[in-house]
Nanobody, 124 residues
Framework: QVELVESGGGLVQTGGSLRLSCTAS????????MGWFRQAPGKEREFVAT????????YYADWVKGRFTISRDGASNTVYLALNSLKPEDTAIYCC?????????????????WGRGTQVTVSS
């Protein structure tokens, strides 16, 4: 059984930083891309970033604009998301996902496994 467990969320002030972690267990292959999506109240889930299975390629949503950085420890199937210069509009539940999205990194349907998410709240 595949399980993805996120951690690291919390409450921060505008301009603050957080580092999210997600560890996957039960994957039968190491060749899964891992990514982050977020969902704010009343909004659809949106793509944040993805990193390839071999760590060679990273992909970001245009709106990230250098504020967030995705990284990965392949040996432990753990993916990280460093959030910097946080804004109140970044408040959301951040979920990690694993899959083989190919070129469709921004599509939720391209991922096979999902975590339950970790809450990030940015106060103004």
């Amino acid at each position: 059984q595949v399980e993805l467990v996120e951690s690291g969320g919390g409450l921060v002030q505008t301009g603050g930083s957080l580092r999210l972690s997600c560890t996957a267990s039960g994957l039968t292959s190491s060749r899964y891309a891992m990514g982050w999506f977020r969902q704010a109240p009343g909004k659809e889930r949106e793509f944040v970033a993805t990193i390839s299975w071999n760590v060679r390629n990273t992909y970001y949503a245009d709106w990230v604009k250098g504020r967030f950085t995705i990284s990965r420890d392949g040996a432990s199937n753990t993916v990280y998301l460093a959030l910097n210069s946080l804004k109140p509009e970044d408040t959301a539940i951040y979920c990690c996902a694993a899959g083989r999205p190919g070129a469709q990194v921004g599509l939720t349907t391209a991922y096979d496994y999902w975590g339950r998410g970790t809450q990030v709240t940015v106060s103004s």
